[in-house]
């Protein structure tokens, strides 16, 4: 297993239908793919996770690189991954506040990460936990 964080910029402030839209064919496709992972929106901000193979989620995300719906994708982190933090969601989705997209991004600096030093695979466990906190489990569109 493996997985890939990212955050971007979308091209113009995103309404439901055109997050739905977007949710729709990536759950449909990561079905396909073996992708699991959570994707949340604030005002203009993606950040997203990728999980399983390390083929899938490379070539996943070579094709999200190429969506003109956003740009300014930056990698945060990819890494091998023991387990699936996401399993049951081909793409969990949720709108949070921009504060908490600042917050989230904060916590999952690169340069920081080490600090998390015995846990395993942190970036995600930052996600998975902020996602729990936040009561997002059930946010779908
Ligand atoms: C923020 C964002 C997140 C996306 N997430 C995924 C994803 O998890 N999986 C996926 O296959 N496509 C995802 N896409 C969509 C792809 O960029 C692309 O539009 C889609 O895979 C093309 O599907 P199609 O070839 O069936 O038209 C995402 C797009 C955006 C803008």
Avoid at 1 to 26: C, D, G, H, Q, R
Avoid at 124 to 130: G, Q, Y
């Amino acid at each position: 297993m493996y997985y890939l964080i990212y955050i971007s910029t979308a091209v113009k402030l995103m309404n439901p239908e055109e997050l739905t839209e977007i949710l729709t064919s990536s759950r449909k496709k990561n079905l396909e793919n073996n992708i699991t992972g959570m994707l949340l929106y604030a005002e203009g901000t993606f950040i997203q996770v990728l999980e399983g193979s390390e083929h899938d989620v490379l070539s996943t995300y070579r094709t999200i690189t190429m969506d003109l719906r956003h740009k300014n994708l930056i990698k945060l982190v990819s890494a091998p991954l023991a387990k699936r933090a996401f399993p049951e969601w081909s793409m969990g989705f949720a709108v949070i506040a921009p504060l908490k997209m600042a917050e989230l991004q904060g916590y999952i600096n690169p340069d920081d990460i080490f600090f998390e030093d015995s846990a395993s695979d942190p970036a995600i466990n930052i996600m998975k936990t902020f996602v729990e906190n936040n009561n997002l489990t059930s946010s779908f569109l």
